[in-house]
C-alpha cells in the first residue's frame, strides 16, 4: 500500500524521448534519496522499458508515481503504456534473448530482475502497459 | 486508458477507501457520535478535572507507576498529564491517539517508556491503566448521580487511548533500536581488506542475507575504484551456509568487477561447502576458486606480476 | 547532448564516450568506429565509459559488436572505467558481456592491449 506524493507523465514518440524518459526518472529517484544503485538500476529499467513502448508498441508514454510506502520508504512506479500490437505470447516475450526486433532480447526480462515489482498487462490488437515499482532500500534521511 | 481492464490496474480505487477508513480523522469523527455527543458532560468532566486538579495529581503520583520518581517528578509529570488528557476532552479527541492533547504528553510517556527495563514485551512495562481506578474513584465521590456513568464512559476512553500512544512510543522506539542495530552489523559484518598494493580482499562472516550481501558487494567494488585494485579476493571462509542464492551473489559480483577490469577470486570453500554446492548443481563458472584465503592471495600477487621467493634459499 | 571523441594514440584508438547517448548516437559511433579501425589499420580499440551513467542492453550490444567487428580487423578491443554501480546493473539486467576485455583505467587498458601486466 502506497500513497501516491506526485505523477510525471512523459510521451514516447521519438528516439530522443527514451532520453527524456530517463531523465525524469532520474531526477524523481536522487529528489527521494535513492543510493547511486538504486538510481542506476531504476534508469536502465526505464531506459529498456521505454525503448520497448517505442519500437514494439508504436510509441506511448511513460508514467512515473513518486510515492511513500507505509514505513516512510519513498518508492516510484514506473508505467509503460503503449496502444500497439500488444503481446501474443507473454512467456516467451520474458523469456531471456527473445527478441522479435533484433536486440539482445533482455528488455522486458531484464527490467523484470531489476525491480522490486513487476506487472505486464496486455491485449493483441490493444496495447501493451509495463508497470515496474522501485523502493529506496534504506528509508531517505533528513 | 486503453481499456477498463487498464484503467482498474493503474487506479486502484481501492487503495483511496482504505485510507480514508484509517484515518484519524475519520476516527475523531465517529467517537464525536458517541461519547462526545452531549457537550453538556463534556463541560462538567473538563470542570471536574480543573476543579480537583490538585487531588488527582496526588492520588497518581501515588500510584505504581510513579513509585521510583522522586516527587517532585512526579507530580510534575502527573500534572503534565492532566493538563494533556484535559485539552484532548475539551478538543473531542479521546479515541484519537494522534490527537494533540496526546501529542503534548509525548514526552512525560517517553521517559515512562523508557523507565521500563524489560521492553514492549517485559513484565515490568509502564501500566498507565492503573491511573483509572483511583481517577474513577474521585470522578464518583463528586459528579452527580445522572451524569456518573457518561462520565466514567469519557475518562476510560480518555485512559484507554493514553495506553495505546504509550504503546505506539515503546513500539516504535523499539523499531528504532532494531533499525540501528541492523544498519550497525551490516556496517561491521563487510571491510574491505587492502592485502598488497592492487589486491583487496574482503572476509564476508556469518549468514549472507540479500541486504548484507549487496552490501558487501557495493563496497567491493566502490574500492576497486577508490584502491586502483587489479583483484578482489571474495574469502567465504566465514560463511555458514552457501545456497543457490548466495552462489549467484558471489557470482555476480564476480562478474561485476570483471565488467570494471578487476578480477575476483573466490577463497575459503570448505570442503562440506563444497559438496554442497556440487549436490546443489551449483556452478562457479570461470571465476577463479581457491580453498585458502593465502592460495587466492599467491594466485593474486601472480596477477599483478610479483613473485615471492624464499630470501635464504636464494642466498644460499 | 552526448560527446564521444575518437582519437588515435599510436596505434590504438582511444574513444571516449560522456553524457547521455540516443541509440542512434550509439549507432554512429560503431560505423565510425569500424571505419576507422580498417582505415587506420589500428591493433586496439580503448573505449573509455567511465563518463556513463547508464549501459543499457542496447548500449552494451552495440559494445559488443565494435568488439566483434573490430576482432574481425585484427584489432582487440578493452573497456575501461565502468563505474560499479553500472556494472552491477549490467549484471542484474543478465548481460555478462563474455569475451569482452576490461580493464580500470585507460593507463591499464594500454597495458592490457601491448600484452603486459604493468610493474607495480
Not at chain 2, 567465504?236 to 577490469?261: C, N, W
Request: hydrophobic content about 45%.
Amino acid at each position: 500500500m502506497t500513497d501516491i506524493l506526485t505523477v510525471h507523465e512523459v510521451r514516447i514518440n521519438e528516439e530522443i524521448d527514451i532520453v527524456h524518459v530517463r531523465q525524469a526518472a532520474r531526477d524523481l529517484a536522487v529528489s527521494v534519496g535513492f543510493s547511486l544503485v538504486e538510481q542506476t538500476k531504476l534508469v536502465t529499467a526505464a531506459s529498456e522499458l521505454a525503448r520497448n513502448t517505442l519500437v514494439h508498441g508504436n510509441g506511448g508514454r511513460a508514467r512515473i508515481e513518486l510515492g511513500r510506502a507505509l514505513d516512510g520508504t519513498p518508492t516510484l512506479r514506473l508505467a509503460f503504456t503503449d496502444t500497439g500490437p500488444g503481446i501474443a505470447d507473454i512467456d516467451q516475450a520474458l523469456t531471456d534473448g527473445y527478441s522479435s526486433a533484433g536486440g539482445l532480447g533482455l528488455g522486458l526480462s531484464g527490467a523484470r530482475r531489476l525491480a522490486d515489482d513487476f506487472d505486464l498487462d496486455t491485449e493483441p490488437g490493444k496495447g501493451t502497459t509495463v508497470t515496474v515499482g522501485f523502493r529506496a532500500r534504506r528509508p531517505a534521511r533528513g | 486508458m486503453l481499456c477498463p481492464k487498464f484503467a482498474r490496474r493503474i487506479a486502484n480505487p481501492q487503495r483511496d477507501d482504505l485510507c480514508r477508513a484509517i484515518s484519524p480523522k475519520g476516527a475523531m469523527e465517529d467517537n464525536r457520535m458517541t461519547a462526545g455527543s452531549d457537550p453538556t458532560i463534556r463541560d462538567s468532566v473538563t470542570a471536574f478535572l480543573k476543579d480537583h486538579r490538585q487531588d488527582i495529581e496526588r492520588v497518581w503520583a501515588s500510584t505504581a507507576l510513579f513509585t521510583a520518581r522522586r516527587p517532585a517528578d512526579a507530580a510534575e509529570e502527573c500534572s503534565e498529564l492532566l493538563t494533556g488528557i484535559v485539552e484532548v476532552i475539551v478538543s473531542g479527541g479521546e479515541e484519537n491517539a494522534a490527537a494533540t492533547g496526546f501529542a503534548s504528553v509525548r514526552p512525560v510517556l517517553t521517559s515512562l517508556a523508557a523507565r521500563s527495563a524489560g521492553g514492549p514485551s517485559g513484565s515490568d512495562r509502564p501500566d498507565v491503566t492503573v491511573l483509572k481506578g483511583p481517577l474513577l474513584r474521585l470522578w464518583h465521590d463528586r459528579a452527580p448521580a445522572e451524569t456518573a456513568y457518561r462520565g466514567d464512559l469519557l475518562l476510560s476512553n480518555v485512559l484507554n487511548t493514553l495506553r495505546i500512544a504509550l504503546l505506539e512510543i515503546e513500539l516504535s522506539a523499539g523499531a528504532d533500536t532494531i533499525l540501528a542495530q541492523r544498519a550497525q552489523l551490516t556496517e561491521l559484518s563487510t571491510p574491505v581488506i587492502k592485502l598488497w598494493d592492487g589486491i583487496l580482499a574482503i572476509p564476508l562472516i556469518g549468514t549472507l542475507d540479500s541486504t548484507r550481501g549487496q552490501t558487501a558487494t557495493e563496497s567491493l567494488l566502490e574500492q576497486i575504484v577508490a584502491q586502483h585494485a587489479r583483484v578482489a579476493i571474495l574469502d567465504i571462509t566465514g560463511v555458514t551456509a552457501v545456497d543457490t542464492l548466495v552462489a549467484q551473489h558471489l557470482l555476480k559480483t564476480a562478474v561485476a568487477a570483471r565488467l570494471m577490469g578487476a578480477e575476483c577470486i573466490i577463497s575459503g570453500i570448505r570442503p562440506q561447502i563444497a559438496q554442497t554446492m556440487v549436490q546443489l548443481g551449483i556452478d562457479l563458472g570461470e571465476v577463479a576458486t581457491r580453498a585458502t584465503l593465502a592460495d587466492a592471495f599467491a594466485r593474486g600477487l601472480s596477477i599483478i606480476g610479483m613473485k615471492v621467493s624464499n630470501d635464504e634459499r636464494n642466498a644460499g | 547532448m552526448s560527446r564521444t571523441s575518437v582519437i588515435e594514440l599510436q596505434d590504438v584508438l582511444l574513444v571516449t564516450i560522456q553524457g547521455e547517448l540516443t541509440d542512434r548516437d550509439a549507432m554512429a559511433l560503431q560505423e565510425e568506429l569500424t571505419s576507422s579501425v580498417a582505415s587506420s589499420s589500428a591493433r586496439g580499440v580503448l573505449i573509455d565509459v567511465s563518463g556513463l551513467d547508464i549501459v543499457d542492453s542496447f548500449l552494451a550490444r552495440t559494445l559488443h559488436d565494435i568488439a566483434a567487428a573490430s576482432a574481425l580487423l585484427a584489432a582487440d578491443t578493452v573497456v575501461v572505467g565502468m563505474r560499479p554501480e553500472v556494472a552491477i546493473t549490467l549484471v542484474e539486467l543478465g548481460l555478462t558481456l563474455p569475451g569482452l576485455g576490461t580493464a580500470l583505467t585507460v593507463a591499464d587498458g594500454m597495458d592490457k592491449l601491448n600484452g603486459s601486466a604493468r610493474p607495480r
